[in-house]
């Protein structure tokens, strides 16, 4: 059966196409730090292009949640996870082997490296067995794994598989007859074959019984029990190979045929599963610490999204390190509803709300569980995303003209399908100028009818258009300069508490003077 890929599907607009490099909104919303975190150890997977690329396709999206969903089984996790793990490493190991046995100065290392050669395909057919065996009574839900499974099924009947694995069996145990006698004297080193000697090593083993450390190891050598040995064991090798010519001429032959003995499709999957495998357990941690994780309901039409008990995995996952409390937020878009302006005292979450929103929509776009309860996303074209940054002195533009032509560019690649996170910017004019410009800009995102948090200190924003939400961020009502980092749907209250925050730490004018006194 023709199968590709558990990662991406073939669809009437073609396969996606995976990108190398971070978007440009990835630092913003903190996802370069939650990718880090999860792709940590495994370096080797190269896994960081999967999570830069978001997904364009409905069914592609779901195609990945069921897959995630089945590698939720503990026990099946574990079973694939070790038979990729197996499949790469035997890859890695395998191209070097035939890298090195085609270099000139190999000469002397030839049949070292041929017999670890058969030691891998050895390997690769026992991890296939293995795989087939154990995962043959799991009742898999997922088009990818099921289609793999009848996949691998299939590729173990076939003429290939078959000869490659009974030829490898027929070679090692060929390789198991050879045994062979080293005789030692000074600098020089004679190999005969072995002829029926006694065995010494009971007797060794007596005598130095007080002084062992361990097992004493048995010196009647035989090929395939040491696979790894070094500059020695090769130049031996070679002088035994002059005793065996035919087995070792077999074993020559053998390299040759099964030179690219690794099924390309079963590579492909074990390096491409650990994107999911690395989410899984990126995910326990969280989960250990009673947050939720759900799948997404996905929509490239509707822009009526929900989430409930979302949170900045970022964030997060330093709190728990810390272990302080994480605290959730909901939201909702309905209707006709586009803009979430999101308003309230320095400090209280509100960038931190608009990094989860981006989030969100990012990760769901992989086909990966998201945070909260429970959400339903907007399949978006591309994401924008427009931070505060610092100042560079350097550039003689200003902040507030740098703002508006970052701003300005957003808009004019921004289409319907686009979302747009902008954080507290037009803070460096005046608070009229800010207004108008402020206007204007939600102007546009209206026309576009793009998905939009706005994170503003200008309340009458929040108000503009039928379109805007307002949300507030919130302060305990007994303690005003205690923040509770919880954004609710409400109308924008103008409440900056600055005040309370100066009483706190005895900065108001009262208190100065006082201590002014004192």
Not at 63 to 73: F, H, K, P, T, V
Not at 133 to 148: N, Y
Not at 197 to 206: F, G, K, N, Q, S
Not at 223 to 246: M, Q, R, S, T
Request: proline share 3%; charged share 25%.
């Amino acid at each position: 059966m023709a199968f590709r890929s558990i990662m991406f599907q073939e669809t009437e607009t073609g396969t996606e196409k995976q990108i190398e490099e971070a978007p440009d909104y990835f630092s913003d919303l903190n996802l370069d730090q939650i990718v880090d975190a999860i792709t940590a150890g495994m370096k080797e997977y190269n896994l960081k292009p999967f999570f830069f690329t978001p997904l364009h396709n409905e069914d592609t999206i779901r195609y990945r949640q069921e897959i995630m969903c089945d590698l939720e089984d503990e026990s099946l996790h574990k079973i694939i996870k070790t038979f990729s793990n197996c499949i790469y490493d035997v890859a890695t190991r395998t191209q070097k082997i035939c890298e090195h046995l085609s270099q000139p100065e190999s000469i002397n290392f030839n049949y070292l490296e041929k017999g670890r050669f058969l030691d891998s395909a050895s390997t690769y057919c026992e991890a296939i067995d293995n795989l087939i065996r154990d995962i043959a009574s799991f009742d898999l839900k997922s088009r990818g794994l099921s289609e793999f499974r009848e996949y691998i099924c299939e590729y173990t009947r076939s003429d290939a598989f078959t000869a490659l694995q009974s030829e490898t069996n027929k070679m090692k145990a060929d390789l198991s007859t050879v045994r062979y006698c080293m005789l030692i004297k000074g600098n020089c080193i004679k190999v005969r074959k072995y002829e029926n000697e006694v065995d010494l090593t009971p007797e060794i083993e007596r005598i130095f019984e007080k002084f062992r450390q361990g097992a004493v190891k048995d010196y009647r050598q035989k090929v395939i029990e040491e696979p790894y040995a070094e500059h020695v064991e090769a130049g031996v090798l070679n002088l035994v190979a002059k005793l065996y010519p035919n087995i070792f001429s077999n074993l020559d032959s053998y390299c040759i045929k099964y030179k690219d003995f690794i099924n390309g499709t079963i590579f492909v999957f074990s390096h491409e599963v650990q994107f999911y495998i690395a989410y899984i357990e990126y995910m326990e941690k969280f989960k250990w610490a009673g947050l939720h994780f759900c799948y997404p309901q996905i929509n490239g039409h509707s822009k009526e999204e929900r989430n409930l008990e979302g949170f900045d995995l970022a964030l997060a996952g330093k709190l728990i390190v810390q272990n302080q409390p994480v605290v959730c937020n909901d939201f909702y878009l309905k209707g006709e509803e586009r803009i979430i302006v999101v308003s309230g005292p320095n400090q209280g979450g509100k960038t931190t709300f608009a990094r989860v929103f981006g989030q969100l929509h990012h990760l769901a776009s992989l086909g990966c569980p998201v945070a909260g309860k429970e959400a339903k996303l907007f399949l978006f074209d591309r994401i924008f995303t427009h931070f505060e940054r610092e100042e560079n002195i350097k550039n003689l533009s200003g902040k507030l003209q740098d703002d508006l032509i970052r701003m300005n560019e957003i808009l004019n690649h921004a289409t319907t399908g686009s979302i747009i996170i902008i954080n507290e910017i037009l803070s460096s004019t005046t608070l009229k100028d800010a207004i108008a410009i402020g206007k204007k800009i939600m102007e546009e995102i209206v026309r576009l009818d793009s998905l939009c948090v706005f994170v503003t200190f200008l309340d009458e924003l929040s108000t503009y258009n039928k379109k805007n939400v307002s949300m507030v961020s919130t302060v305990v009502p007994e303690d005003p300069a205690r923040r509770t980092y919880k954004i609710i749907r409400s109308p924008a209250n103008g409440l900056a508490y600055a005040i309370h925050i100066a009483e706190k730490y005895r900065l108001t004018y009262d208190c100065l003077k006082e201590r002014i006194k004192t």
